[in-house]
């Protein structure tokens, strides 16, 4: 009974809220802002839209006014670009981000980098072949490496929500002859190659200076995936498909 | 509003290339067609323009609808049947199968940018995105790349459930950002990512996982060119929150926040809204970049940018930047904002600039602003009361609508009131207090008591209880009887609200109770 009527005093003397001088915030999607958010949620999804009739006449026109544009002097290109601010976005495009072993063109860098060490690099294959963790995450500043294609795969798809559906890597459709080409220079190097991977108890280190003699500057012309040939597809590597196919033999590398 | 956005896109075709007109073309077109979209899909009622070749009015009356219905049909077969010719083109090998490729995605981008009503169901159905994500795989030329990009981006510009059909294809477009694409591809990828982060949270989250962060912001560091500013735009729907998790980090990434000053200094009004918004949501979501943009002069360029600038689309995302900061961490800020300080005077006088603006949602927010600034010490109240801005306030406390009322009715209690010190009863500023009254602003609170906003009253009230409790000679409840401020208050007396309720029977007691009148 006592705590019941202290508590009703207590109600009373907290009286009046009175006004009090503080300052107020509101967070971005609060009923605040939506007045002056009207605006810009109209523009928050944007159509792209088609030209008109007009305005492709309109463009025709500049064209021709400009001179019929630049043709890209990079032997086997062949691009046609309409103004030098063009033109050079498309050499940094096409010209600096392929790969010299199989002309495959990457967006970025580090991208390219990637492909290069798992498709080309006979080192990183040795790696995987050891074990080590050296497929790296593809999702730039996670950093976390895995021993294999696979297991990066899961970790793209648990961790940064890729969908199951995607794949760095797409199986090519060799012709039988680039097939039979292609089987023939691998045996041949993987000879080669076999003769290094014996030597077991030299530490990564050593090896490098063995197999960066087998540099990717070896691949044979012939087996070009270059972007005249392909329609931007490239074959899986070798490493993967042991993965798919359970295969006993020793790590041998791969072109 | 159109007519304002034509305006900017306006530019000398002789000098801006041809990739330029024509992004500009579909930009000035997409707002009008946005804003149209919206409503529509808001009203339920469709509307199409009169034949495939657009050469139609947009005025469509009813009696056409039987006719909409079956061009709408025909639209749906075209777009299902350039599904399947797309299909067989990725399957063919032979020769010229790129040219193939091209001039199918072509087509159904031709289909898919209809506006009014783009066939995004039907594309979807006939199983587009496989597709598309197919012709979007690494090392694809250009032109192949641009307009699966488009079609992923009119796709994602519809419905929710449209937009998350995206998914499968969200981890190559954002491959394509990077350095290395051409720009044309990467402001594609952008323009397509930025629709798909405008949707929702749970989107924007997937795509944060993906890592399409650090690639947007990198396309907002160069000087100009339209990739920058789309870029800008989308990274303004990923960072939007509501998790402020992707705000704080985009502060930290190198060379962002030097392209933030540098845009907001130098750029054009176009760029500069984008730019703006993105820093609106960082400062409205993490102190971590409040304090690194006040740190970095932040203050002055939006100062700066209100004082000369007319275009509303500008002005509301950098008025509210402003707000955002000044009312974020208090130390920072009124580090900066000194009373007697050029940078105080300037803020002031930009704040006044938007409450004299003839744009109400200036008026509410800057109203808004300057009450935060009025919550802070007792300098600054004395700035506010001396300066331009109480007359004004005063005028539009009688006059102005109701959303503008309340927000002056706090900036002109924050002069009254001395900062919070503890618990208790906060101390008054009589001066202000005397003066705000004799200025005629009773009558506008006790309005305010009487609306139907539950907010608007409790701040009435705690007006009133301030004039009642402070004016001297006691002349505080003369002057709200005078008013109809009892009448005002007695409303309350059944009142629903509680709260409300003991608020108001408290002062009547208190002030009008027995001995009131008596004295007399």
Known sequence: MAMEEHDEEEKQQLGFPYWKSIPRSFGPESPFFASGNIERELLAKQVALDLTEDEKHQLQNMVVEEGGGIFCPIVGCGSRLTSLENFEDHYNARHTASCSVCSRVYPTSRLLSIHVSELHDSFFQAKVARGYAVYECLVEGCGLKFKSYKSRQRHLVDKHKFPTSFEFYKKAHLSKKQRQKLQRKQATHRREEDSCMEVDNESIDGLISGISKLSTSDSPSSVSFGRRHTRGLTFVPRAVQREKMPDPTSAGTKR | ?520
């Open chain 2, 1 to 520: 509003m159109a007519d304002e956005s034509f305006a900017f896109h306006r530019r000398d075709p002789i000098k801006s290339s041809v990739g330029n007109v024509a992004a500009n073309r579909r930009r000035q077109n997409a707002v009008t067609v946005g804003k149209e979209r919206r409503e529509s899909l808001v009203r339920a009622k469709r509307l199409c323009r009169v034949g495939i070749s657009g050469d139609g009015d947009a005025d469509v009356s009813l009696d056409s609808e039987m006719m909409i219905d079956e061009e709408q049909s025909i639209l749906e077969a075209q777009t299902s049947s350039a599904v399947e010719v797309l299909k067989s083109a990725v399957a063919y090998q032979g020769k010229g199968a790129m040219q193939k490729r091209v001039s199918a995605l072509r087509d159904l981008r031709r289909l898919l940018s209809k506006s009014e009503f783009p066939p995004v169901e039907a594309a979807l159905k006939a199983g587009a995105i496989p597709i598309l994500v197919q012709c979007l795989s690494f090392g694809s030329q250009d032109e192949q790349l641009l307009e699966a990009a488009w079609c992923l981006t009119n796709i994602a510009a519809g419905k929710p459930e449209e937009t998350e059909a995206l998914l499968p294809a969200l981890p190559l477009l954002i491959a394509h950002l990077g350095e290395k694409s051409s720009l044309s591809v990467a402001e594609q990828c952008a323009w397509a990512l930025g629709n798909v982060a405008g949707e929702g949270e749970k989107l924007r989250s997937v795509l944060l996982s993906q890592g399409a962060l650090l690639p947007l912001a990198r396309m907002m560091l160069p000087n100009k060119g339209s990739t920058v500013r789309t870029s800008a735009w989308a990274l303004s729907n990923l960072i939007k929150g509501p998790d402020p998790k992707a705000a704080t980090e985009l502060v930290r990434i190198d060379g962002v926040l030097d392209a933030i000053v540098r845009h907001l200094k130098k750029a054009d009004d176009e760029l500069a809204t984008e730019v703006a918004w993105v820093v609106v949501y960082l400062s409205a979501l993490s102190n971590i970049a409040t304090s690194m943009l006040v740190k970095n002069d932040v203050l002055q360029l939006l100062v700066d940018r209100l004082a000369t600038s007319n275009s509303l689309q500008l002005l509301i995302p950098v008025l509210r930047s402003l707000g955002n900061l000044v009312a974020g961490d208090s130390q920072t800020i009124y580090a900066v904002l000194v009373p007697g300080h050029e940078i105080t005077d300037s803020v002031i006088k930009v704040l006044v600039k938007c409450l004299r603006s003839e744009h109400r949602v200036l008026k509410k927010e800057a109203a808004w602003v300057l009450s935060n600034i009025a919550a802070g010490s007792v300098e600054h109240k004395r700035l506010i009361n001396s300066s331009e801005a109480v007359p004004l306030l005063l005028r539009l406390l009688s006059t102005a609508p109701f959303d503008i009322r309340k927000e002056v009715a706090y900036v002109l209690g924050n002069l009254c009131v001395a900062p919070t010190e503890g618990d208790g009863k906060p101390n008054l500023i009589l001066e202000h207090l005397v003066s705000l009254v004799s200025g005629g602003c009773l009558p506008g609170f006790i309005d305010l008591v009487r609306s139907a906003d539950t907010e608007a009253a409790r701040v009435g009230l705690q007006f009133m209880e301030l004039v009642l409790r402070g004016m001297p000679n006691g002349e505080g409840p003369k002057l709200v009887e005078q008013e109809d401020g009892i009448d005002a208050m007695e409303r309350f007396q059944f009142h629903e609200n509680e709260d409300l309720r003991n608020m108001a029977n408290g002062l009547v007691d208190k002030y009008f109770g027995e001995d009131y009148g008596l004295d007399e």
